[in-house]
């Protein structure tokens, strides 16, 4: 079985940030020159996902072993659940984890407790 590896069908929005003549998206680095706020502009992402976006990445696992969103309801309905999954809110959430997990553990790594092998160093 040859699997064809989904990066333009991950549906994965640009993240863009305000810059001074426009946005650019702090994954791909694609840049539109607009006077629109971040919010109000839309693109197709062309990279992965950032490090902390842990829903983005399950969605990426899933699609890429054949399960994507669609595929996912179109299952459901078929088995007789009417209301579409939570996929997006998930997905939202795993991204909200990843996040604070990241955020803590640089926090953590800052204060010195579990950085640069100082464990290792001990051992020898
Ligand atoms: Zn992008």
């Not at 839309?42 to 899933?62: I, T, Y």
């Not at 309905?77 to 809110?89: A, Q």
């Amino acid at each position: 079985m040859i699997v064809i590896f989904p990066l333009r069908c991950a549906m994965l929005p640009c993240k863009f940030s305000q810059q001074t003549d426009g946005v650019k998206c702090v994954r791909c680095g694609h840049s539109e020159i607009t006077h629109h706020p971040p919010e109000r502009v839309h693109a197709e992402c062309m990279a992965f996902p950032l490090s902390d976006e842990w829903g983005h990445w399950v969605a990426l696992f899933l699609a890429t072993v054949g399960l994507r969103k669609e595929t996912w309801n179109w299952i459901r309905r078929r088995l007789g659940l009417i209301e579409p999954c939570n996929c997006d809110g998930r997905e939202a959430w795993l991204n909200t984890l990843g996040g604070r997990a990241v955020t803590a553990w640089r926090r953590i790594k800052a204060s010195g407790w579990a950085g640069s092998n100082s464990q290792v160093d001990r051992e020898r």
